[in-house]
């Protein structure tokens, strides 16, 4: 009878050394780790390894990699200013964004998570083609569903889309001009020393249509089809986020 393979049991880093250890777990995977799973493998806390991360993230922050972190998943990836070097040493060409795919990630990164409904009811139009781009290029992805008739479901950004736009977490997307003017309004000082840009009418209605438990803080962007004009290279694409939000 064959006997059954008794698992490796594995004695925790020591605290010090968790984050070096933290950081040739993520160096070695293929894709973006939860921190439970990562708590399990290493036979330490939850919080243990949270704070392992933080310092990870600190520490490299010079180096030629940094920590991205989308929830309760992280990864390590190659720092943004490397990007062109790295796509020149590898060859890689990536495609365009279209306006109109810009349009429909700023929406999903600004107001996630969101419906197909609040996306067009923002935007004026049918958006379901630039929102299938976007889920095949992996740049929003589905995360549930939302209460009500038909439980429609909610659409946010990827950690693909951090990676794309050489974000550490969504909240590193600069803030939308509404913001900023509401802040110079409150403060009675530039915030930034940008000028405010008021929402127009139709847009401000959408918004206040979203259930306030969707309006959450910033994340955006969108991919494109060949038959979208005024196509937007990726490298200028976060530069516009709060223009095409608008």
Known sequence: ????????????PAPERLPAIIESLLFVAEGPQEIGALAKTLGVPRQGVERAVETLAASVAESGLFVQRMGDRVQLSTAPDAAPYIEHFLEVEYGHLSRASLETLAIVAYRQPVTRAMIEAVRGVNSDHAVS???????????????GPGRPVLLSTSIRFLEYFGLQRPDDLPPLPE????????????????????????????????PEQYQAEPVAASAGTPDEEDAVDHESATEELTEVSH
Do not use: F, S, W
């Open 133 to 147: 781009t976007l889920i095949a290029r992996a740049l929003i992805e589905d995360v549930g569903r939302a209460p």
């Open 1 to 12: 009878m064959r006997q059954r393979r008794q698992p490796k049991k594995i004695v925790p």
């Open 179 to 210: 913001l900023v003017a509401a802040e110079e309004e409150r403060t009675g000082a530039p915030a930034n020393g940008e000028d405010g840009i008021e929402a127009d009418g139709d847009e401000a209605a959408a918004e206040d249509a979203i």
